[in-house]
């Protein structure tokens, strides 16, 4: 297993129900590092480019919509197998199919309000890392 690291957003939905506590509690549990963190208010154009490998299905709009409706918190975790560790903490994109003890479960409201964004692979972890940190802004330990 290798020491890596993923990229984090709390969506609006989740931190206009006040749990960034309880979230960064479950991944920290998980034995994960908050290694850089921030909240920002998204643009427009940051969740369009964000989110440009879905720009073609449907729900796009709607995703961009969403996700610039209020503040988020951006963090980079960072562990052991921290990609996959995090997906699995994450729980399944569609709250009613997460299992028992994922952030999902525990706060998500449906397939689109789901709490958390979380990097699916090597590749899209490094370029959504880079997209909101500087390598100077995150904090190894
Ligand atoms: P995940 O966030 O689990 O990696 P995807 O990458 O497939 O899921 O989708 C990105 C985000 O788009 C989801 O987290 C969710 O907010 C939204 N989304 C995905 N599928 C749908 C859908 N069928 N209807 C509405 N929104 C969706
Ligand atoms: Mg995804």
Redesign the pocket.
């Known amino acids: 297993m290798a020491n890596e690291r993923t990229l984090s957003i709390i969506?609006p939905d989740a931190v206009a129900k006040n749990v960034i506590g309880g979230i960064f509690s479950m991944i920290e549990a998980a034995d994960l590092k908050v290694v850089a963190t921030r909240m920002i208010h998204l643009t427009e154009d940051q969740a369009k480019a964000f989110?440009a490998v879905?720009r073609e299905?449907p729900?796009y709009n709607?995703?961009v919509s969403?996700m610039t409706a209020g503040p988020v918190v951006v963090s980079v975790l960072e562990g052991q197998d921290a990609i996959a560790k995090y997906r699995k903490v994450?729980g399944?994109?569609n709250p009613a199919q997460a299992d028992n003890g994922t952030i999902r479960k525990a706060f998500a409201e449906n397939?689109?309000?789901?709490a958390v964004?979380?990097s699916?692979a090597p590749e899209t972890a490094a370029m959504e890392v880079a997209f909101f940190f500087p390598e100077s802004e995150i904090r190894s330990r």
């Open positions: 969506k989110y879905h299905r729900f709607d995703l969403f994450m399944a994109t397939i689109e309000r789901n964004h979380g699916d």
